[in-house]
């Protein structure tokens, strides 16, 4: 007796036991491992998709961060720009409305002298006429005599060319 069987071999035995594993790895082969590799390359696949996906999605954060960054930034310039327009506009109105007031003020000034210059004037024609009666009825009272109308204008005139005040 040989080793083999010793060990109870038996090449029967052995073939089919080879020809049932054959059988089985074939059947394995088809029903089990093809679906299962096919599963788990579908998987790698669609982790492949979402990563290239989840990178193009990056890429477009990063683009729409830089232009909402940009538009930030135009519309800062903007505000800044609108504002230094704004300053200047109303610094331009504030000097314009106080060259009106002070021509305003100047016209005012102007009318106030020419209205004090009339009424000065009225008030001396007023102190003449005055001053003028005032001598005629001191000097008819001192001569004693009625000055007829002749008299009180020769008088009235003599005495305004002589009052300049």
Same mark, same amino acid.
Do not use: C
């Given at each position: 007796?040989? &080793? ?10 052995? *073939?089919?036991?080879?020809?049932? @594993?054959? @059988? ?14 096919? $599963? ?9 998709? !979402?990563?290239?996906n ?6 477009? $954060?990063?683009? #729409?961060?830089?232009s909402?960054?940009? $538009? %930030? ?11 230094t327009?704004? +300053? /200047?506009s109303?610094?331009s ?8 007031? @002070?021509?305003? #003020? !100047?016209? &005012? @000034? ?5 209205? #004090?210059?009339?009424?000065? /004037?009225? %008030? $001396?024609? /007023?102190? +003449? ?9 001191? *000097?008819?009272?001192?001569? !004693? +005599?009625?000055?007829? /109308?002749?008299?009180?204008?020769? &008088? ?10």
């Open positions: 007796m040989g &080793i083999l069987e010793t060990f109870g071999f038996t090449w029967g035995k052995f *073939t089919a036991q080879v020809f049932i @594993i054959l @059988i089985v790895y074939a059947i394995l082969k088809k029903f089990a491992f093809g679906p299962v590799l096919a $599963m788990l390359e579908e998987r790698r696949r669609r982790i492949a998709d !979402g990563e290239a989840l990178e193009k999605i990056r890429e477009q $954060m990063e683009t #729409a961060e830089a909402v960054q940009g $538009m %930030l930034d135009k519309a800062n310039a903007d505000a800044d720009r609108l504002i327009e704004a +300053k /200047e109303a610094e109105v504030r000097e314009q409305k106080t060259q009106d007031a @002070i021509a305003e #003020a !100047g016209q &005012i @000034i102007a009318k106030a002298n020419e209205a #004090a210059k009339l009424e000065h /004037e009225q %008030l $001396m024609a /007023e102190l +003449k006429h005055d001053f003028g009666r005032l001598v005629i009825d001191t *000097t008819g009272k001192v001569t !004693g +005599k009625i000055l007829d /109308e002749s008299d009180q204008e020769r &008088i009235n005139q003599e005495t305004a060319g002589q009052v300049a005040l």
